[in-house]
Structures are given as structure tokens and as C-alpha cells.
């Protein structure tokens, strides 16, 4: 199981910006991918989530209406549209796999529901 997040960098706040997780080694379309992020000296946060289907989608208080969470179950992709960004959302960000197919909203958040973890991408919010 591999999962390698890309396309992070420098954004300036209110801009725009796309994650990509891709994934290799199991049956991708069977799994929801959650992101994750953590900024330093904090710890691992919740992002998003979407489900095996892209039927359901979670997001974070914090990033509802700014982020869209979208697969690709063709390239075994799944994306991370980050608009208006704020410098708060500075961090290393993580793709994972959850642990099933159908995340509800108890659980999607919980990093110890994900079994496997890509190397993170770093998203800077700067002026």
C-alpha cells in the first residue's frame, strides 16, 4: 500500500491551490481517503474525507466552504481543492486510508481509523 501526496507549495492567501493523493498497491475504488494536516507544534487534524463511492464527503468546521475533496477512481486519485486559503492553514498534509469504505461523522476525523499514510506535502499561506 502507497499513497503519495503532492502539489504543495507557497500560496498566497485567498488564492487557490490543489493537493493530489495518489495511490497504488490495493483496490483503490474499495477505500475512502481522508487528509489530514498538521501545522507545527500542533497536532494531526482532521481535514476531509471521501467516501469509496465519492457519494460523501466530511470536512472540518474549519475549511468547510474554502476546500473540495474529489477522486479520481480512474487515475486512483484523490484531490484536495484548497480556495481562499488562510494563513491558519499552513501545514504538512497528509492523505490516509481509512479503514473501510463508508466513513460516518463519528469517525472520519480520527487518525486511529486510517491504516496507512502517504509522506505529506507542505502548504505554506504567505503573503
Known amino acids: 500500500v502507497q499513497l503519495q501526496a503532492s502539489g504543495g507549495g507557497l500560496v498566497q492567501p485567498g488564492g487557490s491551490l490543489r493537493l493530489s493523493c495518489a495511490a497504488s498497491g490495493f483496490s483503490f475504488d474499495n477505500y475512502a481517503i481522508g487528509w489530514f494536516r498538521q501545522a507545527p507544534g500542533k497536532g494531526r487534524e482532521g481535514v476531509s474525507c471521501?467516501?469509496?463511492?465519492?457519494?460523501?464527503?466530511f470536512y472540518s468546521n474549519s475549511v468547510k466552504g474554502r476546500f473540495t475533496v474529489s477522486r479520481d477512481d480512474a487515475k486512483d486519485t484523490v484531490y484536495l481543492r484548497m480556495n481562499s486559503p488562510k494563513p491558519e492553514d499552513t501545514a504538512v498534509y497528509y492523505c490516509a486510508r481509512f479503514l473501510g469504505s463508508h466513513p460516518i461523522v463519528s469517525s472520519w476525523a480520527n487518525p486511529f481509523q486510517y491504516d496507512s499514510w502517504g509522506q505529506g506535502t507542505l502548504v505554506t499561506v504567505s503573503s
Open positions: 471521501i467516501s469509496s463511492s465519492g457519494g460523501r464527503t
